[in-house]
């Protein structure tokens, strides 16, 4: 499942395009100003990033510079009211791999959406299609759970809970940044989801891979 970063001000197009981009099949977050959005493209696994350029704190510019300077490759579409030739030319140079003009349709940008996330897939290393750990390893290319010998049905979000952990093997998460990363940002941080969720991938996976770091969240055993 593809993960999108959406940074946008203005809460009705926030609104707006994470209710169309979760209709269809993607994970979304929000983030409503320049700072944020740098922090949480820099410190997640998102595969694209739509940009709004008028963007509170910083130009939404910066943002694109700032993570491509950090050789951040996540996929970036840039989303403005800005049409002019010279503002289109300056944020292809800054980075974007495509650029929307406001007003937009929905549909238009979708198919730009599917078509950055299809050119993005093979620069995917080998390696990375297959993550491992004990006797349960996940094929992210068709999404099958083995344990052992053994073929576990995960549902969406389970493997990409699981996805999360095998990505950064033996490193405490916390409840946060699993919500961060697996739900956005529309949970109540009180709630017990991510505990309930470990619960059942400790039932399909084994109950010794996930390890509770008290106080603090969640390891996958190494
Ligand atoms: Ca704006």
């Not at 549902?155 to 990505?167: H, K």
Request: some cysteine; charged content about 30%.
């Amino acid at each position: 499942m593809n993960r999108i970063l959406i940074a946008e001000d203005e809460p009705r197009i926030a609104a707006f395009l994470e209710k169309g981009l979760r209709s269809h099949g993607f994970l979304t977050a929000v983030a409503v100003d320049a700072d944020s959005a740098t922090q949480i493209a820099l410190g997640s696994d998102f595969d694209l990033l739509i940009l709004d350029l008028g963007l509170p704190g910083k130009d939404g510019l910066e943002v694109l510079k700032e993570l491509r300077r950090q050789c951040e490759k996540v996929q970036v579409i840039i989303l403005t009211a800005r049409n002019d030739i010279q503002d289109i030319v300056t944020g292809f140079e800054a980075g974007a791999d495509d650029y929307l003009t406001k007003p937009f349709r929905f549909e238009e940008l979708l198919v730009r959406v599917k078509v950055r996330l299809r050119n993005s897939t093979p620069t995917k290393n080998k390696e990375e299609i297959l993550l491992k750990a004990g006797d349960v390893v996940l094929d992210l290319r068709t999404r099958k759970v083995t344990v052992g010998e053994e073929t576990v049905e995960l549902p969406a979000r389970e493997f990409t809970l699981a996805e999360t952990f095998f990505r950064h093997p033996g490193q405490v998460m916390s409840r946060e940044q699993l919500l961060d990363r697996v739900w956005g940002y529309d949970y109540d941080p009180g709630s017990n989801i991510v505990d309930v969720y470990i619960g059942y991938l400790r039932k399909k996976l084994g109950s010794d891979l996930l390890e509770t770091v008290r106080g603090v969240g969640y390891r996958l055993r190494t």
